[in-house]
């Protein structure tokens, strides 16, 4: 069973970059037709999809977050990131890591807090 876990500071300032990483075990980011995905979600809202990094490298993004999100990958360590740049208070979330296999299966991490916040 894959198993994801979040990392990151739990504070950032506004202007900053934030940076996340997923650590995925149980399974290879690169096995074919896997989709690992940032989610987050602000307090009182619901989830927003930021983007995806698919099995082969591939990312699409978030039409809204597109210019501020960038997702990459580190194969050796088998994690994938995620970079928000210039973040704003509203950017404060509970922030997910997820793991999708063709619609079949779904994994999620725990979720991690981050602030924004000077």
């Known amino acids: 069973q894959v198993q994801l876990q979040e990392s990151g500071p739990g504070l950032v300032k506004p202007s900053q970059t934030l940076s996340l990483t997923c650590t995925v075990s149980?399974?290879?980011?690169?096995?074919?037709?896997?989709?690992w995905s940032w989610i987050r979600q602000p307090p009182g809202k619901g989830l927003e999809w930021m983007g995806v990094i698919l099995y082969d490298g591939d990312t699409y993004y978030s039409p809204s977050l597109k210019s501020r999100t960038s997702i990459s990958r580190d194969t050796s360590k088998n994690q994938f990131s995620l970079q928000l740049s210039s973040v704003i208070p509203e950017d404060t979330a509970v922030y997910y890591c997820?793991?999708?296999?063709?619609?079949?299966?779904?994994?999620w991490g725990q979720g991690t807090q981050v602030t924004v916040s000077s």
């Open positions: 149980g399974g290879s980011i690169t096995t074919s037709y896997y989709a």
């Open positions: 997820n793991a999708r296999w063709l619609g079949y299966y779904e994994y």
